[in-house]
Every structure is written in structure tokens, then in C-alpha cells.
């Protein structure tokens, strides 16, 4: 069984067009993340949510919206795509608020914006 | 800002041959940190960790190296095989955060 599930695995779009990328963990951990990877392989946080608590949220435009249902699920929605935000996003979880415990990575969601 | 940098970010090796990845990184607070590997198409992957109160750690066939002093850290790959061409990423704890370095491309030849 996956661990960290993430849909979909590609994701293509126009300009403007709003979309939502699901995550979900069997590991019973409590603390899910959202990291973008742009061309150049550079992963980097956007949001780390704790028992549906966010935790971090990094300087990411507005037009990204994290929501967690519950603690084993982190989904990302994003409003009026943009170009730049081309990028494979992963959804990772970890035991505890990321100190002291690896994460373990979904997949990654591959999303143009045409 | 916090950052984690590579020394470089391609390598080539000899397939049979030890590979050694370098890492650096900047927040002398961090004190854990992981090393992962991410194949084409693939989310990144555990492959060791090592906290700050040791300086080495040894895995199948790979080791962390860790020197504080500097804010260096190291992976060495023993006997490298076609399947360990991979993307390998150093990342340290940052706060409730993993800041992750940029990446070297590990490519194994024939």
C-alpha cells in the first residue's frame, strides 16, 4: 500500500482556471506538507499543517489554499492559474512537526499551466 | 535565510566506483539531518539521517559524514551501481521545517 497518495499525477491547465491536488497518508502521522519543485529540481516548503492546525505557511501568493479534512489528509487548491506555477508539487508527511522525523514523500503532481 | 547548498551539482562515476555527494548548510541550530534520493518520475526517498551528536552513520552501502565545525555534510556510496543514478538531496532541520539543498545529479557509467 502507498504510504503518502497523492492525485492527480498530471495535471494540465490553461491560464486562469482553478484546480485542487488531493494527498493522503496511511501512516498515521500527524503533521502533512506541501513542497513545490521547480525545473531546476529546487524543493521548497509552502504549508505544514499539525492535527489540521497549520503550521507554516511560507510566502506563497494567496491564490494557494491548503485544506485538511483531517489529520491524514492535505489538499492544495490553487485559484487563476498562473504560468509560474508550473512545477511538480510533492505532499510529504512526518511523526511529528518535522523536527527530528524524516518525511516521507508522495509521488509528486506534475502541473503545467498552458 | 536558512539555506542548505551542494558543492556540485552533477557527478559522474565508474560504475564499481565510491561516489561522495557534499553538502553544506548554513543554520548552525540545525541538528538532524537526512539524505534523500529521487528517481525520474518519483518523490524523494529516505536514505539515512544522522542528528547532531554523531559524526558518522552507516547504511547498506552508503555513510553520513557529519562536520559540525564547518556545517558540512557528506554522502559516500560504496560500490556504485547503474540503479543509484538519482537526484540526491541533503536536508537539514530548520524549526518545524526541512530546508532542502539544490540537488546533485549522480550519473553512473558503464
Known amino acids: 500500500d502507498t504510504a503518502v497518495s497523492q492525485t492527480p499525477k498530471y495535471l494540465v491547465t490553461q491560464m486562469g482556471n482553478d484546480k485542487s491536488i488531493k494527498c493522503e497518508q496511511n501512516?498515521?502521522?500527524?503533521?502533512m506538507y506541501w513542497y513545490k519543485q521547480d525545473s531546476k529540481k529546487f524543493l521548497k516548503i509552502m504549508f505544514s499543517?499539525?492535527?489540521?492546525?497549520?503550521?507554516i505557511n511560507e510566502t506563497v501568493p494567496n491564490r494557494f489554499s491548503p485544506k485538511s479534512p483531517d489529520k491524514a489528509h492535505l489538499n492544495l487548491h490553487i485559484n487563476s492559474l498562473e504560468l509560474g506555477d508550473s512545477a511538480v508539487y510533492f505532499c510529504?508527511?512526518?511523526?511529528?512537526?518535522?523536527?527530528?522525523?524524516?518525511?516521507?514523500f508522495g509521488s509528486g503532481t506534475q502541473l503545467s499551466v498552458l | 535565510g536558512e539555506s542548505v547548498g551542494l558543492h556540485l551539482p552533477t557527478l559522474s562515476v565508474q560504475e564499481g566506483d565510491n561516489s561522495i555527494i557534499n553538502c553544506a548548510y548554513s543554520?548552525?541550530?540545525?541538528?538532524?539531518f537526512i539524505w534523500y534520493k529521487q528517481e525520474s518520475g518519483k518523490g524523494p526517498q529516505f536514505i539515512i539521517d544522522?542528528?547532531?551528536?554523531?559524526d558518522k552513520r552507516q547504511g547498506q552501502r552508503v555513510t553520513v559524514l557529519l562536520n559540525k565545525t564547518v556545517k558540512h555534510l557528506s554522502l559516500q556510496i560504496a560500490a556504485t551501481q547503474p540503479g543509484d543514478s538519482a537526484v540526491y538531496f541533503c536536508?537539514?532541520?530548520?524549526?518545524?521545517?526541512?530546508?532542502f539543498g539544490p540537488g546533485t545529479r549522480l550519473s553512473v557509467l558503464p
Open positions: 510529504a508527511s512526518s511523526a511529528y512537526r518535522g523536527r527530528d522525523e524524516k518525511l516521507f
Open positions: 501512516l498515521g502521522h500527524d503533521t
Open positions: 499543517y499539525n492535527n489540521k492546525e497549520l503550521i
Open positions: 543554520n548552525s541550530a540545525s541538528d538532524y
Open positions: 544522522i542528528r547532531s551528536n554523531m
Open positions: 536536508a537539514a532541520n530548520y524549526g518545524q521545517n526541512f530546508v
